[in-house]
């Protein structure tokens, strides 16, 4: 099963607020559809997000071709809709360029750009998977925090791609899910993932691992990534950061899974690094359900960031790059973080005139 597909100049998509209960696709013939979806979470995930950028565009291009209008109008106008559909995943925006990049060879080759990028997601998570297992050897018990599983992909994912390995190399004890409020896409989805997989896991509320880490209970922590600045700061799923803090007291591996779209190195910090504000209702809420009294009022991030030093590498299809614990947690001379910028900037030069 496929998060996000095209099929027949249409984009199906699993409607992810359904899980864990009902699995139910979404056909999308409308870019405006698709945006809908991205903002209500139904899609989402760095890597999906950026595939659905590209299909977005092509979905402008394809209807634009079938009534006759201008494909390149329509494409520009839904390029600039998409990129302002969720501003922290810097995936959606390569996605929706990728896509552009293709237009001067019309519809067609836009569709081609972003099948492409699918596809080339599908080889990515699987390299990843293989890079983050071949970095942390045999860990027995793993901590991992939202959905960075296939359901954030087009299949695979990359946390949840690492676990994948782990276990299929040498069976792990347990995997730790953290909830992730107040969306629960721990909870929801990668529970799910990991039973549909046959991988040992408990569900455990975001503030207990902390505890988990701290006593000894967890070896590594592998999680997903939305942005990755030039010098190694991470965005990721609000919560991110507590566990990244537990895991440098505890000095365990913290590992960062991405593939190279999630690298922007025109964002040279974390301080760049824009975080979405989501509708405090999601706070507020459960299941529609008021939990707060009324009158109280939220704040809702959907992301933190974590600092580079407290990172021990991200690693992508192609590199392993060792950040600021590198040195604790592997011996080698941690590499500057300045330079973690030049590795990229060049490489990530490399990707895009692939
Ligand atoms: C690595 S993609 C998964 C990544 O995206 C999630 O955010 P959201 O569910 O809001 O799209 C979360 O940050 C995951 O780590």
């Not at 990728?98 to 596809?119: E, I, K, Y």
């Not at 994912?157 to 190399?169: D, F, M, P, S, Y």
Request: proline fraction near 5%; charged fraction near 20%.
């Amino acid at each position: 099963m496929r998060a996000i597909d095209w099929q027949d100049d249409t984009v199906v998509i699993v409607d992810q607020t359904l899980l864990p209960h009902r699995v139910e696709h979404l056909a999308l013939r409308e870019p405006a559809e698709l945006i809908v979806a991205i903002k209500r979470l139904a899609v989402r995930g760095a890597m999906a997000l950026g595939v659905a950028g590209a299909m977005g565009v092509a979905l402008a291009a394809v209807r634009a071709r079938e009534r006759g209008e201008n494909v390149g109008a329509a494409a520009r106008a839904a390029a600039r809709q998409l990129a302002a559909a969720r501003p922290t995943a810097t995936n959606l925006f390569w996605g929706v360029e990728q896509a552009m990049m293709a237009l001067p060879g019309g519809a067609s080759a836009v569709v081609g750009a972003a099948l492409a990028l699918r596809d080339a997601d599908i080889a990515a998570n699987r390299a990843i998977g293989e890079r983050g297992a071949d970095l942390l050897g045999r860990p027995a018990r793993v901590l991992t925090h939202c959905n960075a599983g296939a359901l954030a992909a087009v299949e695979i994912g990359t946390a949840l791609g690492v676990v994948a390995e782990l276990h299929r190399r040498s069976p792990l004890t347990m995997t730790y899910a953290t909830e992730t409020r107040p969306l629960l896409q721990g909870a929801r989805l990668t529970a799910w993932e990991l039973g549909q997989a046959g991988i040992p896991h408990r569900v455990v509320v975001d503030g207990a691992a902390a505890g988990l880490i701290l006593g000894g209970e967890i070896d590594a922590v592998v999680v997903g990534a939305d942005r990755i600045a030039a010098n190694g700061d991470t965005a990721n799923k609000v919560g991110t950061l507590a566990h990244a803090l537990a895991a440098a007291r505890a000095g365990i591996p913290f590992l960062v899974a991405a593939p190279e779209a999630t690298i922007a190195a025109d964002t040279a910090t974390g301080a760049g690094i824009p975080i979405e504000e989501r509708d405090e209702d999601e706070v507020l809420s459960v299941d529609g359900h008021r939990i707060a009294p009324p009158g109280a009022r939220a704040v809702n991030p959907a992301f933190d960031v974590t600092p580079a030093e407290l990172i021990t590498a991200v690693v992508t299809e192609r590199r392993t790059l060792p950040l600021g614990r590198a040195a604790e947690a592997t011996g080698s001379a941690p590499q500057a973080a300045g330079s973690v910028a030049a590795t990229i900037g060049s490489k990530r030069g490399e990707a895009i005139r692939r």
